[in-house]
């Protein structure tokens, strides 16, 4: 296996759409396809991610026909890292991650395998974990759940009422969103503004949910002291 830097360029093909994401507006990274750009929007939202690299690496091997062939992942994903307790995330190492359709895995899975196959041997041998994301894995509630807070990311509020909220949450530890109206705000009109203030903070992470169930207004919320990394449906390859 020869590794080569010179990673394949991303442009239109038929039936895909490609562009490039802002991620937290600190750098852009190129995606080919909507289902890659969902996991982005999934990566941006999660505070544990660290960095993510497109298309890291070109691995160039020869084929089951002694032909040369290569094979370029598209995507390697770094977290934040624990001194005390190691890495904040469920995998110890960072992810080398493809992205495929259900279909496409399903009909080209004989043609796709040895490129997978050179891709784990290279994880293991650089201390990654080789992963394929397919849209059960990133269209779940966590995707449905993060699209729908991402509306009030830029939403502006008042900051003494960010500051009720939070006190309030400091007292309690946790409690449900319907508390925090029922308790903070006595007209109905003052729960509607407060309830769009509340999709905000969880959208900029200063409070906290289970991101993996349905929001509603009985969803639990707390102050952010650890917005810990889940990842819903990864039970299956």
Excluded at 17 to 41: C, H, M, P, Y
Excluded at 57 to 69: F, H, K, M, S
Excluded at 95 to 119: C, G, N, Q, S
Excluded at 184 to 204: C, D, E, F, H, K
Aim: contains cysteine; charged residues 25%.
């Amino acid at each position: 296996m020869k590794i080569s830097m010179k990673n394949r360029k991303i442009g239109y093909t038929y039936g895909s759409v490609s562009g490039n994401f802002s991620f937290r507006q600190e750098k852009s990274i190129a995606f080919e396809s909507l289902l890659e750009k969902d996991l982005l929007t999934l990566l941006a939202y999660n505070q544990k991610v660290l960095n993510v690299v497109e298309q890291p690496v070109t691995l160039e091997y020869i084929n089951n026909n002694g032909r040369d062939a290569s094979y370029t992942p598209d995507f390697l994903v770094y977290f934040k890292t624990n001194s005390n307790q190691g890495m904040s995330s469920p995998y110890d190492k960072p992810l080398l991650i493809e992205v495929k359709t259900h279909d496409i895995l399903r009909k080209k899975f004989d043609e796709l395998r040895p490129k997978f196959k050179i891709a784990m041997k290279y994880a293991m041998e650089n201390g990654f974990i080789f992963k394929i994301y397919d849209e059960r894995r990133i269209r779940g509630q966590y995707f449905k759940n993060v699209t729908f807070l991402e509306r009030y990311r830029s939403l502006e509020y008042d900051l003494n009422e960010e500051e009720r909220i939070l006190n309030h949450l400091e007292k309690l530890g946790q409690t449900s969103i319907d508390h925090v109206l029922a308790y903070l705000y006595a007209s109905q009109t003052q729960r509607g503004i407060a309830i769009g203030q509340i999709w905000s903070m969880l959208a900029n992470h200063k409070i906290a949910c289970d991101i993996n169930i349905p929001l509603t207004q009985n969803t639990m919320i707390w102050c952010n002291l650890d917005d810990s990394f889940t990842e819903e449906g990864d039970s299956h390859e």
